[in-house]
């Protein structure tokens, strides 16, 4: 298969319906010659902060000269953007490649009569197959939903397991409750293995706690942390920080946002084990490595005059996040809400929390099946007593905003990843 054909096998052939479970990915990796247990893991799952951290650590080991494969998703223009070497995407070649042998040993698993793995369980496999070609010194890889079925959860034996904060979403797949989903997050501890978990709601804590001691797992987590914020622009944050396991007198974080500061001490913690572990860090490889962190569609300005900012948060605890992050940066401007939701999500929670700082809305409706109709949403908030406009396509939302919003406004665009994604291609080809 070349390129487009790979595209084609992904999203026509296999489609996009997801069935957790471990039965599938366990006899793909089987036939791909088992190639996760060549590869040395970290393994981090959360609700919410689980890419910035992969995003973060990754910067932090390839600064420390490691070989560093990263595995996110979803993506957010193109599948390459899950397979990353030092930062690097899979070429085109490289990636029909893979996907190519990939399908084969899928083909093969259907003549024995076995069920057929899904997208994302195809995707995984590809990467890990990757990567261990690739020889890579260490992969972070990033669970894709929940944890305890999710497939890169094949992974026996991690160096380190990082859990991120959790909060209530994918309730259909999850469960109901912020215990049931905590659960399924700590599925991804291992016997023997550390885990660092991000200091949240002690009943998340407790759950996280109780498995990693039945397990036998080493827990870290920074909550004696002391967090000392000197400056926080649209360039960056610089902050101190002080715990039991590192001190920090100044950092520079340059992904935007007051939840970011939590997640890096989270990855300050998990650097403090790494060493422990068969990867030495220097303080300067880690204050150099958060430094170069990246995290595109996350608070990330693509256009000045006016600001547009698109930000991923696609779930209430993520926009409640953004509201926090809104009310510190854009103090007293005008904001012109770009919001597009799926039908799944709690959205009429998500528009209460973010309304309260538009000045007008943009209703528009994400490149998705599963997408909330932007009228029913409309219906929704009118009663806030604000300008609505509706635009279901979206790249024509983006120039209505344009049109009602002056040089020194903000235009924040949210709610959907899927959104996110199709709207920054669009933004960077017309910029």
Known sequence: MNYKESIQYLEEEIGF??????????????????????L?????????????????????????GYRTACYTSPHLEKYNERFLINGQEISNDAFATIMTRTKLACKQLIAEGKAAPTLFEVITGAAF????????????IEVGLGGKFDATNIIESPILSVIMSISMDH????????????????????????????????????????QAQFLNAPLFCPKDAEITIFAQTLEGTIFGVKS????????????????QVQN??????????????GFPLTKNQIQTGVSKSFWAGRMEICKKNPLVVLDGAHNADGIGRLAESVRIYFENKKITLVLGVLGDKEYEKMA??????????????????RKLDAKKLANI????????????????????ALRITDEAGIILCCGSLYMIGALRSYILSIE
């Open 17 to 38: 319906a997801s069935c957790p479970g471990l039965e599938r990915i366990f006899d793909l990796m089987k036939k791909l010659g088992s190639p996760e247990k060549k």
């Open 40 to 64: 040395k893991v970290v393994h981090i799952a959360g609700t919410n902060g689980k890419g910035s951290a992969a995003a973060m650590l990754s910067s932090v080991l390839q600064e420390a």
């Open 129 to 140: 197959l990757y990567f261990a070609e690739e020889s890579v010194d260490i992969a972070v």
């Open 171 to 210: 309730t259909d797949f999850l469960g109901n409750t912020i215990e049931q989903i905590a659960g399924e997050k700590a599925g991804i501890i291992k016997k023997n293995c550390p885990v660092v978990l991000y200091f949240q709601k002690e009943i998340v804590y407790n759950i996280v706690k109780t």
């Open 244 to 259: 039991g396991s590192f001190t920090y007198e100044s950092l520079f974080l340059p992904l935007l946002g007051q939840h």
């Open 264 to 277: 890096c001490v989270t990855i300050l913690e998990a650097c403090e084990v790494l060493k422990k572990s």
């Open 352 to 369: 209460k929390l973010i309304l309260p700082f538009a000045h007008q809305v943009v209703l528009t409706e994400p490149h998705s099946e």
């Open 381 to 400: 908030i009118q009663s806030k007593e604000l300008p609505i406009y509706i635009e279901p396509q979206l790249e024509n939302a983006y120039h209505e």
